[in-house]
């Protein structure tokens, strides 16, 4: 049951989580440039965990799992009026060694053998931040993969030699739909685009061991039931420009069942004069790049009727809500900027509803 808050929708920044990973990095700098000389590594940063602290507004210091509950339609939008679990998890991930080869279940096997993990499956994507000179992921099986010869590429430690290898430069998208397995390499930096799910299934490791020394766990069997080594879906996309009056803006990246992801530049002042209508959902602003403000505006409350107008501060690194009944009405940048918008899709995918 969603409770009533009665005020207007307004903008708010969600504060990440830092999560350490044996991969991780010692420094996050340039998006979190006091984060430096870290240890333990610091892998990730999630951007949008229902444990995140909400940093102003009527939220403020609530879980954005807690407000989530208490959001009306003009937050979250109509469409996700009923949804009961906060749907897209955003991340930053900074890999200073290769992660575990691995893939991700569908949403119908995890409903039916990943219950207790939330049930929920894993189609992703990633957006290159930043890579060094010689980046390289993998994602996806070369063609003519089967069962058999991945179980003896395990066997003699060849299994990178069955994927395809991309190279990793600043702006490429990689779409990963659940079934696909994939890995990331060092010298680049991802923002990721999710399901709100943490199921993964580890193929192979590179003979790693956690901090108490032993293995960590591989999921072959589990692997195996949900690879998909008949599909040539996914991989790098191409993205198709973004325009305002004939002027490329920016790109639109993936627009999938489950979430759609832009980015959005601009160098100088944007003034707009926009009424904001109701939208069928809130998205994610990610600033990936810049610092500056953003003018907005809200539908009136359904309560008080009344709107708010405001402005926010942001800078690179940052995540923001902007709910579904809000709309920007200037953009006054300090710097270039560059964000990424991510929004979910149709809520028939998202359980709970």
């Known amino acids: ?17 830092f999560s350490e990973r044996l991969w991780g990095s010692h420094s996050l700098a340039p998006l979190f440039p006091e984060m430096r000389d870290l240890h333990p590594l610091i892998g990730e940063a999630w951007l949008t ?43 930053f991930i900074f890999p200073a060694d290769k992660l575990s080869i691995q893939v991700h279940p569908d949403d119908t096997y995890a409903a039916a053998h990943e219950a207790a993990a939330g049930g929920r499956g894993k189609t992703e994507m990633w957006y290159v931040v930043s890579a060094e000179p010689g980046a390289r992921l993998l994602a996806g099986l070369k063609p003519g993969a089967s069962k058999e010869k991945l179980l003896a590429a395990l066997a003699d430690h060849t299994l990178e030699d069955l994927l395809q290898s991309h190279g990793a430069h600043a702006g490429d998208t990689f779409f990963i739909p659940a079934g696909m397995p994939h890995t990331i390499g ?43 080594f008949n599909s040539d879906a996914g991989g ?12 490329k803006v920016g790109e639109f990246l993936v627009d999938c069942p489950y979430f759609s992801a832009s980015t959005f530049e601009f160098g100088q002042r944007i003034h707009m004069r926009m009424i904001p209508k109701p939208s069928e959902r809130f998205s994610l602003w990610v600033f990936l790049e810049g610092e500056g403000g953003i003018g907005w505006s809200s539908t009136p409350c359904e309560v008080t009727g009344k709107s708010l107008v405001g402005q926010f501060s942001y800078k690179q690194g940052e995540c923001w809500f902007i709910p579904a009944q809000c709309g920007s009405r200037g953009y006054y940048p300090n710097s270039k900027t560059r964000l990424l918008v991510a929004s979910p899709s149709n809520p028939k995918h998202e359980l709970g509803k």
């Not at 959001?71 to 979250?76: E, I, L, P």
């Not at 939008?77 to 009961?84: K, L, Q």
């Not at 061991?209 to 591989?218: A, I």
């Not at 790098?236 to 002027?247: E, S």
């Open 1 to 17: 049951m969603v409770n009533t808050v009665p005020v207007s929708p307004e903008p708010f920044r969600i504060e990440p989580v």
């Open 49 to 91: 965990g229902v444990d995140c602290r909400i940093a102003n507004g009527p939220f403020t210091e609530q879980t954005l799992g807690q407000a989530w509950k208490e959001m009306t339609s003009a937050w979250r939008g109509a469409e996700f009026a009923g949804v009961a679990d906060f749907p897209l998890l955003l991340k």
């Open 186 to 228: 060092p010298q680049m930096v991802i923002c990721e685009v999710q399901e709100y799910s943490d199921l993964t299934y580890r193929i192979y490791d590179y003979d790693r061991c956690d901090g108490n020394g032993k293995p960590r766990e591989l999921h072959v069997r589990k692997a195996l039931d949900v690879m998909n």
């Open 236 to 247: 790098k996309v191409a993205p198709r420009p973004l325009l305002i009056r004939k002027k």
